[in-house]
């Protein structure tokens, strides 16, 4: 039956997809089956890093906990807690207990549609794995995903939000499903201008957005690690670009593997809302900081924007499971 409820195609007018009219079932929220752990090396720490994701109940949202400290290391995933945003994004509590780089994380659960999870770490930075978001989503997968009894809700867009300036900046309006649309642009031959929109509903998200790795310029690294930064980052992490080469050998996921991960930070980053968002997001070289800087803003206007329960007939910024796909 859940099948059923997840799965429906959609079928409503664009103009009226979710509202107390929809005659469509609720959609359920979702979590994890089973515990299921990783380990690896935070991209910028260099540290080796266990992390288990496990189940939680209806509501509670998506929360960390840093094993390492204990009770007091217990730091929700909201945009309320974002402390730093200059190389990745980093959430802290108010005993000064951060967790970093969790971007690549969010963008998985957003993309699988879990809305409860306790992620347990026992350092201070998410493990980068290969870069991407894929190896979260085959540990979602792997896990299997549990239907609650609790409507799962969404932030639905009202008014147009801006934030940012004329070169680069960040947008969201109303629409009737979660979509983005990318552009970035650098002086580079192998980056030069990319740009991509999509819907992110019905397995977009998996099949063109997940893999896509983070990238960095080979001078950059350089620097960051005389300072202590990116200590983790290799070419098993990372798509490292030297001149105008990509110094990996395997080559790209991708020819536009850079706007895609650029898509799935933005995701990754929203999901910081404590729901997923029905509108659409135009974004031009935008990045950690402007993605948190339009939540603060959608927040502070409580006019442009709105709960609604989901209908089965839109299942935004899902893909990940076969359900999902029909
Ligand atoms: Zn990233």
């Known amino acids: 039956m859940m099948d059923n409820i997840i799965g429906l195609p959609y079928n409503k007018s664009p103009d009226s997809p979710v509202g107390e009219h929809n005659a469509c079932s609720l959609v359920q929220q979702k979590t994890l089956s089973e515990p299921i752990t990783c380990q690896g090396i935070g991209l910028h720490t260099g540290r080796q890093i266990t992390m288990t994701l496990r189940p939680a109940e209806a509501n509670a949202g998506i929360n960390f906990l840093r094993s390492d400290i204990g009770a007091d290391g217990f730091v929700p995933a909201s945009w309320k807690n974002v402390t730093e945003t200059k190389l990745a994004t980093t959430i802290s509590n108010e005993s000064g207990h951060h967790i970093t780089t969790i971007e690549h994380l969010m963008a998985g659960f957003a993309g699988c549609g879990i809305d409860n999870a306790l992620i347990e770490i026992d350092g201070p930075e998410v493990p980068a794995m290969d870069g991407s978001a894929q190896p979260f989503v085959t540990m979602i997968e792997s896990s299997g995903v549990l239907f609650q009894e609790a409507p799962r809700k969404a932030i639905v867009i009202k008014k147009p939000i801006k934030v940012g300036t004329k070169n680069s900046f960040i947008s969201l309006m109303p ?31 998996k099949d063109e957005i997940a893999s896509a790795r983070t990238f960095g310029f080979a001078h950059e690294v350089d620097a960051m690690q005389k300072v202590g930064l990116a200590r983790g980052g290799s070419l098993k992490n990372a798509v490292v670009i030297q001149g105008d080469n990509v110094l990996n ?6 020819d536009n593997e850079f706007v895609r991960h650029k898509i799935l930070d933005c995701v990754g980053d929203l999901y910081l809302a404590g729901a997923p968002i029905i509108g659409q997001v135009n974004a031009v070289r935008s990045g950690h900081a402007l993605n948190h800087e339009l939540l603060c803003t959608l927040f502070s206007r409580t006019d442009s924007w709105c709960f609604s329960q989901l209908s089965g007939a839109v299942v935004p910024g899902t893909g990940a499971l076969s359900t999902d796909t029909h």
């Open 249 to 254: 050998q395997e080559g790209l996921r991708y």
């Open 175 to 205: 629409a009737s499903m979660f979509g983005v649309s990318f552009e970035i642009e650098f002086n580079n031959t192998a980056l030069a201008k990319q740009s991509l929109e999509m819907k992110l509903v019905n397995g977009t998200f």
